[in-house]
């Protein structure tokens, strides 16, 4: 069965630069989010989407951005990178409403060096 | 969002042990998962609880939600070593982010 789609697995940024991660959810899901995990803590929630909007907010920095697109693929763009960005990024995805199961991806490793 | 108390934190064990974990909350979620994670992967969905009391077994692992619908736990019988990884419960109230616990790390000796 098809999974969550992560791309890139690996990205190494520079302190400043920007970075762009994507994420192509399950077929038919309608709803993305978006965790970042570092060393040894738990995901933690940074922003998520149903049908294209906004359906919730986390912890997300304002260097950070996302969207779902028309065909439901999301992307998180972050902008004037810290060392503190160097994280496991999750994308998750799931339909919307009652009884519902989320499904991760493998993530991506961000490096900001 | 809301965090979840997981416990206990770490399991060291034999083959053939069975383990058990739980997770707390102060607010009560409409489903309850539990994930498995190994180092370096995304989570990967064990169970999926959707009604207080419900009890679910998925091979040698059973997982119930909690009849205040605060808390689950998970039960793996028979424990072998490639039960191995970090067990995460999450609450989800429908359209919301998943809210973790902080993680239970299995280590498994044969």
């Known amino acids: 069965a098809a999974g969550v789609i992560q791309s890139p697995r690996h990205l190494i940024k520079e302190k400043r630069e920007t970075a762009t991660l994507k994420c192509y959810p399950i077929p038919r899901h309608d709803t993305v989010y978006w965790y970042q995990q570092g060393p040894g803590q738990d995901p933690q929630f940074l922003i998520s989407f149903y049908e294209k909007m906004q359906s919730d907010k986390g912890s997300i920095p304002d260097r950070f951005s996302a969207q779902q697109f028309s065909d439901y693929h999301s992307e998180l763009n972050m902008s004037s990178l810290e060392l503190g960005d160097s994280a496991l990024y999750f994308c998750a995805s799931s339909l919307y409403g009652f009884n519902t199961e989320a499904f991760f991806g493998q993530g991506t490793r961000l490096t900001v060096v | 969002g809301q965090q979840l108390n997981q416990s206990p934190q770490s399991m060291f064990i034999q083959e053939g042990e069975d383990v058990s974990m739980n997770c707390t909350s102060s607010?009560?979620?409409?489903?309850w998962l539990w994930y498995k994670q190994e180092p370096g992967e995304g989570p990967v969905l064990l169970i999926a609880l959707y009604k207080a009391g419900e009890l679910t077994s998925n091979g040698r692992l059973t997982a119930q939600f909690g009849i205040t619908r605060k808390d689950s736990f998970l039960n793996i019988s028979a424990s072998i070593p490639s039960d191995v990884g970090i067990y995460f419960c999450?609450?989800?109230?429908?359209?919301?982010?998943?809210?973790f616990g902080k993680g239970t790390s299995l280590l498994v000796t044969p």
């Open positions: 607010s009560i979620f409409n489903t």
């Open positions: 999450a609450g989800q109230n429908s359209g919301y982010a998943l809210n």
